[in-house]
């Protein structure tokens, strides 16, 4: 008796931790279809609020800030991520522990900082001092993916490449960088996501000229409950999820092939 | 001549890779908190911030009401940790050494949570929480009340969804930890005659601190400075630290005391780590002498 | 010989170094420097307006852009701090028309932001209610124009005070044994509170001293047991899902939801409440004043006018607009210029420093 009830204790509990966890999306995933306004019962099963969601001028602009943002802090963040790992390799010493501090530091201190310098310049806020802010989020997730992807590189391919004769270029476009593929659509796909959930350097980094997403959920929440929020926020999980997937596909297809 | 100069520059090619990265970071983060400390440290109007050095605003926000505020991000940061750890090691547990098969599906499935927007978590909460939701419809069913309560503009609601939210933060150390653990050392044990709960103290447990410590000062750390939560769900009766940092840069315009804050509530953030990384150095000192 | 050598590679790595790091310093440079780029792509028939973000509809810029050609570009901004740190920042701000509240516009001017206003260029000032115009902040109304008014008071339902509410006065909200219901929720602005504690307190609001502002401050620590939230935006909500029965808030807010729900009333206290006016006030960095008067001109327009009022449920400041309104979009009794109700508004002036206001916020908070 005893020993059935410890077997099933356990899976019993990480199932209601689940829900737990899985609780509150559900109910907005829910609540999106329903027919009627908050706070209303179930009144029915409607896409009302999705068609809001598509004619509103104001979240398409939104969205384009947002993707705008996310998509440049994207390349910048993985162009020089990995120039660095690149570089960082003949250097022998390990100095990618200096761009931890990019996600340990609360974002908030680096958030006002930034605000700070900016002001002291004056520089506009607007969209490019977002970019400049995700940006160096996105280093501190794209170097050290970068870097211990590098790492289980077996640099005799490399330095068999040299012997053959090929230039330091030719080596990096079809050696090491057809290596890094995965690591570095992964690490992309991270910046993407944190880019585009970030809502602290947006929020003082950005004024209100340029408006993203996560900024203007903010301002529908403080001024009540509207059920395109909903919807709203039901396609930012389905699409956030999806990037998951593809992300946990690929890692597990880089398992698999050590 | 030419040759040897284009040789050094090959040599030197590694810094021309590496400078851009850096230049960022200390042009963006090195330089910020620098800032911050300068601002703290001068108090003149408008926008010349940077002049008249004074330790007048360190004095000004030594008083008791910010420190209680600091207190109270350092209760409430402490209070997720703690919760969180206890509640995600059976979960992280399950995850690395209970279940053999379909690991990838459970990984994904605790993945999402932790990528979905706070604010929309946030937004989420606000439908269990408030006057016609879940929790007052289930205890209104189970008759454990008569009238509806009102959950939200709350502690509770804010300690719930800090919870909430930072529970994913906890497992990804913990399972990354456990998973290294060599699984004859669990075998060997459970060979030995140990029982479940010994094999639990004496092996799994010390193996996985190293997971423990990253998690939790993961989680304490981050969510100290949280100010989305505390804002939307606190009903702003009380502020946190989040909250009065916001208070001061965009309502009251004070940037001197503001910065002054910030230096204060890091540097007791920073005392309040240092204590708890002491208490689980002693925890670890004192499993081994009951080992 | 050797030494000579150690020292030219030296010297020659630092030059290739120190290359290398101009180079990159120049793009970050030129990268940081877009941000300024993008401020120049202004079209030459357009006018950049800086709006509260519930107090404009876009179908009027639109019919504006149809009318006359020329293109809004709207800015919102969540608070007036907000505005002025927007113009203290950068100098060259891209602005024509903002709409500024009454308190900001004296910070405005002194810190020559504000452009005066050729009054013979406007065609409604006439119409606008002399009590609104020559105030304290700006007494000959040189640099703006009021447009919009609205007053603080107490929003409740009517369903739980089934007598009505037991009093028409502000120490329902601020003296516990008066307080009519379990939790009220309470505005979250500094300056406002503290004018509406001045009233109960029956003080001159243009002198206030330390006692005085240590009563306040007491005073709101008290009030905090029974305050279920501090909140600008939620009001309405907070009555319509009955979270509170009792709320101070904005009148807008209340007649927004009141329109919708026939359970809520408005109130302004006996005492007497605050008039918050936003006007209109030229930037002075703007250089397009033809299109600027064009637009002033468009939206004092009685049919323009009427139809934003009416929108968001907010009260002109222009005399035909404002006594067509029907009562509904008004929600309280004698409350024109010259009625009963509003004879007790005033306006609150900038006698105190910020400092003592956070002074007071803050500790009341951290409690």
Known sequence: MKLKINKYLLPLYVLSFCLFLYLPIMILMMYSFNEGGFPAEWQGLSLRWYYDLFESVEIWRAFKNSLIVAVGSACLSLSMGLMLVCGAKQLKKNIVFFFFSNILIPDIVIAVGMLSLFSYFMVPLGLITLVIGHTLLGLGFTIPVLKSRLDELDYRLVEASYDLGASSLYTFRYVILPFLYPAIVVSALMVLIVSFDDFVIAFFCSGSSAQTLSLYVFTMIRLGISPTVNALSTIMLLVSSFFILAISILQARLANYE | MFDELKKLIKSESYFFLITPAFIWQVAFLVLPVLFIIILSLSSSQGLDLVRNYTLHNFSEVMSMSHVRIVMRSIMLASCTAIASLLLAYPVAYFLALYIKRYKFFFLFLLSVPFL???????????????????????????GLIKKPVNFLNSSFAVYLVMFHVYLPFMIMPLYSSLEKIDIKLIEASYDLGSSFRKTLLHIILPLSMPGIRVGFFLVYVVSFGEYVIPSLLGGMKLFFVGTLISEYFFIGKDWHLGAAFICLSWGMLFLSAMMYHWIFNKIMVQSKIIR | MNKKNYYLELFLKTQ????????????????????????????????????????IDESILLKFEQETGIKIYVNYYESNEELITKFEVSKNINCDVMVPSEYIIQPLIESGFLKKIDKSRCDFIDRIYPEFMNKSFDLNNEYSLPIYWDVLGLGYTKSFFKDGLPSNSWSLIFDEKLVPCKEISMIDDSREAIFIASKYFAWDN?????????????LFIAQKKWVGAYTDFQQGYFLTSKT?????????????EMLLYNDLAFTVPEEGSLLMLSNIGISSTSKKDDLIYQFLNYIYRYDILMYNSKK????????????????????????????????????????????????????????
């Open chain 3, 206 to 218: 243009k002198k206030l001293n330390i006692d005085q502002l240590n009563q306040i401050k007491s």
């Open chain 3, 312 to 367: 968001f449920s907010i009260l002109p400041c222009v005399q035909d607009v404002l006594e067509k309104l029907p009562q509904e979009y008004i929600g309280v009794e004698e409350l024109l210029p010259g009625q009963a109700n509003f004879n007790r508004l005033e306006i609150f002036s900038n006698v105190l420093t910020q400092k003592q206001i956070n002074d007071i916020w803050i500790a009341f908070k951290s409690f």
């Open chain 3, 16 to 55: 290739i170094r120190l290359s290398f790091l101009i180079f990159w310093s120049g793009c970050l440079t030129a990268f940081v420097l877009l941000s300024y780029v993008s401020q120049n792509f202004i079209p030459e028939r357009s006018l950049s307006v800086y709006m509260w973000a519930d107090k």
């Open chain 3, 244 to 256: 509170y029965p009792l709320v101070v808030s904005q009148r807008e807010r209340i007649v927004r």
């Open chain 2, 116 to 142: 979905i927007n706070v604010l929309v978590q946030v937004y989420a909460w606000f439908f269990i929480l408030e006057k016609n939701g879940l929790f007052n419809q289930v205890l209104f069913f189970l």
